[in-house]
């Protein structure tokens, strides 16, 4: 068996002046594996349009439609065609299958023209480029995710009163004011109606488009000082339409007063239309509360049924959605009440800012996020999306660099979101231009701790090496819970963290699966016990005393008090987080390592399990920093704990120290690996009898049964696969299997 084994030599050229450096620097996010043939193998073009049902997206085969995507946002956008050409090559090699464009109407995107006034032409430079990107996503086979209004600044130009005052989006006065909302109607008809000229098919038309979103962090509850401080004409318009909405209900003064009692105050009358709006910043006494809330659940979903039905008259036919706050059960109620999916985002450690957002330098707490099992880690806090059995997508995630924790990221968003059954996950983001060739906030492109792990992501989550359970805990939301504003009487959506999570209006639609239900409310102690109770397949607890959790199918397990995530799955084994040098354990993997935090991730690439595996790889990520980085603690006064005083330069460094028998891995099989390598970023794939080794760190070396492989420097770009319709997987080692 060994003489079988080739080693990949990775020659450093003769000493002389150093070529240039290319002019668009992507490559494969695996240097070993090239995921573009199945990603376009697995395109769904050919079966219709995608649609939204209660038990996930689905094409019209009945198929199930699942999302590994990326967000590319506005000034990202506008390059030339070479780099895009570039971008979804690397794109499609790393294993995405959607891509939401972000940010469209933004300043200098489709709405602005140079000397042009208003926002009521698009720019057909512009649009036009966006036609170009998809065109390039259809060949690739990814699809398309678009949003309408996100951060457009109305104009006077525009016929919109006192615009100069309204906020970017006109947030919250597009959701109710009827000339924005005309105006988002004119800007989707000239946006989803337009003929794309590179694929001949209007947006509209086109199944690669997959999902819409009407409205991007939209809503009421997201800016409460917003909705509390409207400014004129809009405010008295909107307090005579909470008026009528109260006449409509309560028929008099007499009987609202009756309802309210001490909560209505003396010269207040619905008739007169003198009572006022609630406060959502300071809430006021519950019965105005719960009905100014129910009020804006209301409108929110009066708003999205005129968007949606407008959409549907042009020929959309695809899911759409609007995002709001998800940490406000009436707005994810509304949402589903009337749209076909939710959409939200959750960032760990996102800035902070001294004084003006995204102005001066940005702070970070630099924790481990894996030792959060608070309901804003990403398991709770995305899970609390799922209402009414409507499909789930987290459109926007990341741990956001310089947060030294994010090789946790991949892993921990990809196990859980196939643990509650998500529909799409989506990172933000991918950076371009200037910026391409180093770290920067929300962009990865660059980051061997998030993006040489997307491809084995993809693999977990779309493959489905973590398992779904059947087990649902449903919470169930009474009125006077859902009306009063945040989800903040709650703990019990930190059930997530062990088995899937669905949340409903009481009497609603309940999701398919094997339900136990919370009413909310029994919050606090009782909470803690309901995890401690909560069995695991094969027995044990859900939660112990140290803060562990276990996935009920007990293929994830999170040690909050170690800060590490398990993997343990037939055909994905992984440990991320902070990495001891005892040696851990899982079924079929035991690693001890000099790296202080990082993850190794091994996968079957063939579709079989490991144990049987002839095409699997191991891959290890650490941490990174631009070249001239300063992370540095702040003053107590801060915002956060760091300050990001220098974000330094490219190139983008892994630190990777040589050191013999640094990282130690003993397999299922029993046989040993070991690199001589800490921190830093390598890969070994094991294909067809064959073995390959690179590492981002020359002179390192790996041993595996009985050979000694090393590498000298960067490995060539992978190697490129022919036309998918003249290649097979088996005739190509460096391309993954799917059952």
């Known amino acids: 068996m060994l003489s079988r084994f080739a080693l990949v030599l990775l ?160 947030r919250p006065y597009a959701v109710f004011d009827g000339k924005l909302i005309e105006l988002q109607k004119e800007y989707a008809q000239q946006l989803l109606t337009t003929v794309n000229p590179y694929t001949q098919l209007a947006p509209a038309n086109d199944p690669a488009l997959v999902m819409m979103e009407i409205c991007n962090e939209s809503g009421f509850f997201l800016y409460p000082k917003a909705t509390d401080n409207l400014v004129e004409p809009y405010r008295t318009r909107f307090e005579q339409r909470w008026n009528t909405w109260l006449m409509e209900r309560y028929r008099s003064r007499a009987e609202l007063a009756k309802a309210w009692g001490s909560a209505l105050s003396e010269g207040e009358s619905p008739e007169q239309a003198t009572v006022r709006l609630p406060l959502l910043l300071k809430p006021d006494a519950p019965p105005r509360q719960l009905d100014g809330v129910e009020f804006l659940y209301d409108v929110e979903r009066a708003y999205f049924a005129t968007m949606r039905d407008h959409l549907r008259s042009l020929g959309v036919r695809i899911p759409i959605t609007a995002v709001v706050s998800s940490d406000v059960p009436a707005e994810l109620a509304a949402v589903a009440a009337e749209l076909d999916f939710l959409s939200e985002n959750h960032y760990a450690d996102h800035p902070s800012f001294g004084g003006t957002e995204w102005q001066g330098k940005f702070f970070y707490n630099n924790k481990n996020a894996l030792r959060d099992d608070s ?105 006077d819970k859902l009306f009063r504003g945040t989800a903040g009487d709650t703990d019990l959506v930190r059930l997530a963290l062990s088995l899937r999570l669905a949340s409903s209006r009481a009497m609603g639609k309940v999701p398919v699966g094997d339900l136990t239900v919370f009413p909310v409310g029994q919050a606090g102690p009782k909470a803690t016990e309901w995890l401690k109770q909560l069995p695991v397949e094969g027995g044990g607890k859900a939660l112990d005393g140290s803060g562990t959790y276990t996935s009920i199918n007990a ?144 002179g390192s070396s790996l041993h595996y049964q009985g050979r000694r492989f090393t590498c000298q420097g960067e490995l060539p770009a992978a190697q490129p696969f022919l036309q998918p319709a003249v290649v097979s997987n088996d005739a190509n080692p460096f391309a993954p299997t799917f059952p």
């Not at 430079?125 to 086979?141: E, F, M, V």
């Not at 180093?438 to 989550?461: H, K, M």
């Open 375 to 479: 309901r804003f880690a990403f398991p709770p806090f995305t899970a609390q999306l799922r209402w009414e059995s409507k499909p789930v997508v987290i459109r926007e995630w990341a741990s956001v660099w310089p947060n030294q924790f994010r090789a946790n990221s991949i892993p921990e968003a990809a196990a859980y979101s196939r643990l509650q059954d998500f529909d799409g996950v989506i990172l933000f983001g991918y950076k371009t231009g200037s910026v391409r060739d180093r770290l920067v906030e929300f962009g990865y492109q660059v980051d061997p701790t998030v993006w040489d792990l997307f491809g084995l992501g993809s693999l977990i989550f779309l493959r489905g090496d973590v398992s779904t359970p059947s087990q649902i805990a449903l919470l169930e939301y009474a009125d």
């Open 555 to 698: 293929q994830i397990v999170r040690d909050s008090g170690r800060g590490r995530l398990y993997i343990q799955t037939p055909r994905t084994l992984c440990i991320a987080g902070e990495l001891a040098t005892v040696p851990t354990r899982i079924p079929g993997l035991s690693l001890a390592t000099q790296t202080p935090v990082g993850a190794i991730v091994l996968q079957s690439l063939d579709g079989k399990d490991l144990a049987k595996s002839q095409r699997w790889i191991a891959k290890m990520v650490s941490v990174a920093e631009n070249t001239g980085q300063k992370l540095i603690p702040a003053g107590a006064s801060a915002p956060a704990a760091f300050v990001l005083d220098q974000p330094g330069t490219a190139p983008v460094l892994s630190k990777g120290i040589l050191a013999a028998g640094a990282t130690r891995l003993t397999l299922w099989n029993n046989e040993e690996m070991v690199v001589d390598q800490a921190n830093g970023t390598w890969e070994f794939l094991l294909s067809g009898g064959k073995a390959y080794f690179w590492s981002d760190l020359p």
């Open 11 to 170: 020659l450093a050229g003769a000493v002389q002046a150093a070529p240039p450096k290319p002019k668009y620097p992507y490559t494969n996010s695996l240097k070993l594996v090239d995921f573009t043939t199945w990603i376009h193998k697995e395109c769904h073009y050919k079966k219709g349009f995608l649609t939204s049902t209660q038990s996930g997206f689905r094409w019209s085969d009945g198929t199930r439609a699942r999302f590994w995507g990326m967000n590319i946002a506005n000034r990202n956008l506008w390059i030339e065609r070479a780099e895009i050409d570039a971008v979804v090559d690397s794109l499609a090699s790393s294993g995405v299958n959607l891509v939401r464009f972000e940010a469209l109407d933004s300043k200098g995107a489709l709405l602005e023209i140079a000397d042009v006034p208003g926002t009521r032409k698009i720019n057909s430079s512009r649009l036009d480029t966006l036609h170009y990107w998809i065109s390039k996503l259809h060949q690739k086979g990814i699809y398309y995710y678009l949003d309408l209004i996100d951060f457009r600044e109305f104009q006077p130009e525009d016929g919109v009163e006192n615009a100069r005052l309204l906020p970017r989006a006109g």
